[in-house]
């Protein structure tokens, strides 16, 4: 003879607690030990070794910008002088009398940085230059225009 079991949900209808005496007893996620990764601190014996292997779940990492940051894609003299002749060739610089004309902005940098001897004369217009880039370039007899902040010199590297 077949018994036909039961229904779980059945159980407990009408009856208001559930089984969990007073109804404070069964609230919130204090009752289970609380939420997510909750007592797996120093001493939560059980789960140590998966904090163990978690080395960012202590403590504070890394910095938080407030406000907007540009993006620097930076290249040295030295690239530019290295590239010059091929610049010419892709129409990227422009060459009148023996000065060269170059804006990085359409080549993709948006920085100047002094590496490198500076043998041509240039007039770069970019958005961000270094000091060193500056002085370099300015001893060749070249001349950086710079478009972002009007005649600041940005000397991060």
């Known amino acids: 003879m077949v018994v036909n079991k039961r229904?779980?949900?059945?159980?407990?209808?009408?009856r208001h607690t559930h089984g969990w005496g007073s109804k404070k007893k069964h609230r919130g996620s204090g009752n289970r030990g609380g939420v997510g990764m909750a007592g797996t601190g120093k001493r939560g014996d059980a789960i140590k070794t998966l904090i163990w292997k978690d080395k960012d779940y202590f403590g504070k990492h890394g910095f938080k910008f407030k406000g907007v940051q540009d993006k620097i894609?930076?290249?040295n003299i030295d690239d530019i002088q290295c590239k010059l002749e091929k610049l010419i060739k892709d129409?990227?610089?422009l060459k009148e009398g023996n000065?060269?004309?170059?804006?990085l902005s359409k080549m993709g940098y948006n920085k100047l940085l002094g590496n490198g001897k500076v043998i041509n004369k240039f007039k770069i217009t970019v958005g961000y230059a270094s000091s060193k880039a500056v002085e370099k370039i300015k001893n060749a007899g070249g001349e950086v225009i710079l478009t972002e902040k009007e005649g600041e010199v940005n000397s991060s590297e």
């Open 99 to 103: 000065i060269y004309i170059i804006d």
């Open 91 to 93: 129409k990227l610089v």
């Open 73 to 75: 894609n930076a290249v």
């Open 7 to 14: 229904k779980k949900f059945s159980r407990q209808r009408g």
